[in-house]
């Protein structure tokens, strides 16, 4: 599959294979050393080219809403790098956080979806938790209470599962730097800030890294076991 650099600035779900390219000059402008481009089938990768100057990584996130989403899940794990689950419901997100094809459990509703139950999934499998930035922003813009989405982060810190940041841009759209985009789930989520610097280099790295090697056959992925024990 693929590798990325490590610790450098990356964003999982940039953008759709049909308009990642319109942006490529300002991630290049922010630092981006790696994207991804999200695809929902095979054909989409026909739209997806190498680039000099950024990684390219393919990606995929599958809505509980849809009909039959682990099937669709199953179709898409083949083709993508990284692939996420957006549940609805707990008993989805608990089925999601389970199975072994998923690497992350993205959140994008203000209702409390994830547990302490769904983290142990992730835990016992080295999954993620992912928090799609311009969801938040959102949300905070419509003045919806983010209250459980800071527990949901918290539960994940206390399990010392790694929490990813994506889709790193504004309400408009607006692609954020680094600093800016870190700093904005530090404010409006809480916890340790090194861990949300992490969250935007090291641990998307970890993530793909991840895939790759369960991809290769290797049945114990320690690669994440320091990040995981910070405190």
Known sequence: MISLPTNKFTDLKFSDA??????????????????????SSKEDLRNVSSHDEIRIII??????????????????????????????????????SKAKII????????????????AAYLEEKKGFLEISLSDLLSMAEKGIHLGSI??????????????IVTRMRSPSGYILDKISSYSVAYSL????????????????????ERRSLLD???????????????G
Request: net charge negative.
């Open 150 to 163: 800071r527990k949901e982060v918290e539960i994940a810190f206390f399990r010392r599962i790694p929490v």
């Open 59 to 96: 990606t995929a996130e599958v809505d509980t809403s849809e009909g039959k989403w682990m099937q669709i899940a199953r179709k898409l794990r083949p083709i993508v790098d990284y692939l996420s689950v957006v549940p609805h419901s707990l008993t989805e997100c608990r089925e999601a």
């Open 216 to 230: 290769r056959g290797v049945k114990v992925v320690e690669a994440q076991d320091t990040d995981r024990s910070e």
């Open 18 to 39: 049909s308009s990642y390219r319109k942006d490529l000059d300002r991630a290049e402008m922010v630092g981006l050393a790696a994207i991804g481009v999200v695809i």
């Open 189 to 208: 989520l809480g916890g340790n800030v090194d861990r949300w610097i992490l969250s935007v280099s090291s641990y998307p790295y970890h993530a793909v």
């Open 103 to 118: 690497d992350s459990i993205t959140i994008k509703t203000p209702e409390i979806i994830f547990d302490d139950v769904c």
